[in-house]
Nanobody
Framework: QVHLVDSGGGLVQAGGSLGLSCAAS????????VAWFRQAPGKEREFVAY????????YYADSVKGRFTISRDNAKNTAYLQMSSLKPEDTAVYFC???????????????WGQGTQVTVSS
């Protein structure tokens, strides 16, 4: 079992930046792929980005490509999502997730954080 804790959400103006963190207390986190998903009000949860256990593979949804950067520090058992040039449509609850294999499908992830709210004002 891996416990994930999301943090770093908040309120930011359009065009601004915000960084999210996903911390795990288990060392096995360093062997898992990590992804970020988000869910806006009234919408289904959608894929944002993923990163392989060793950071060699990263992939982004088209909607965030060039604006968001996913990274991780396995020594700290933490993954990150740096968001810049934020838009009102980025407003959502953001969740980190972990699994043995990379996937853009939320069903592929066994472990989930509790979510952190990101609100972008226009």
């Amino acid at each position: 079992q891996v416990h994930l804790v999301d943090s770093g959400g908040g309120l930011v103006q359009a065009g601004g930046s915000l960084g999210l963190s996903c911390a795990a207390s288990e060392r096995t986190f360093s062997t898992l792929a990590v992804a970020w998903f988000r869910q806006a009000p009234g919408k289904e949860r959608e894929f944002v980005a993923y990163i392989s256990w060793g950071s060699s593979t990263k992939y982004y949804a088209d909607s965030v490509k060039g604006r968001f950067t996913i990274s991780r520090d396995n020594a700290k058992n933490t993954a990150y999502l740096q968001m810049s040039s934020l838009k009102p449509e980025d407003t959502a609850v953001y969740f980190c997730a972990a699994a043995r294999k990379l996937s853009t499908n939320e069903r592929g992830y066994n472990y989930w954080g509790q979510g952190t709210q990101v609100t972008v004002s226009s």
